[in-house]
């Protein structure tokens, strides 16, 4: 079982399944919201158990998506796409897993809007958006 929490502990969570497709998204929306960018995970939403929903708050961010974060201490915690016909999976972050995650990056995205100040040298494949 792996587990994870925002930064005060407010909520937190719990995921049954190993972690496998994982991106690092560099568009602007996730690096405003990360203050960099966003390393996630997929995770089916039948596998993921959420605790702390008092403090757990959603930023619709499109009309496609939805950002979950802590009210109390700000954490970036969910990618929820709100399509879940075509998408049955929530994005969790990587950051806020407690302990070994188990996964790698697997692929860089949206890198068109990547930042000025840093470079992507990990050889990892690439798309534009």
Not at 2 to 23: K, N, P, W, Y
Request: glycine share 10%; with cysteine.
């Amino acid at each position: 079982m792996i587990t994870g929490s925002c930064l005060c502990g407010a909520v937190t969570f719990r995921v049954g399944q190993s972690l496998e497709t994982s991106d690092a998204c560099h568009c602007v929306q996730c690096r405003k919201w990360t203050g960099h960018y966003l390393a996630s995970v997929e995770v089916k939403r039948a596998n993921l158990t959420v605790e702390g929903d008092e403090a757990l708050r959603w930023f619709h961010s499109s009309a496609k998506v939805r950002r979950g974060f802590c009210g109390r201490c700000g954490s970036s915690l969910f990618f929820d796409p709100l399509d879940t016909v075509k998408h049955d999976w929530l994005g969790v972050s990587l950051g806020a897993i407690d302990g070994a995650s188990g996964t790698t990056l697997q692929r860089h995205i949206f890198v068109a809007e990547k930042g000025d100040y840093y470079e992507l040298t990990d050889g990892l494949p690439c798309n534009a958006h």
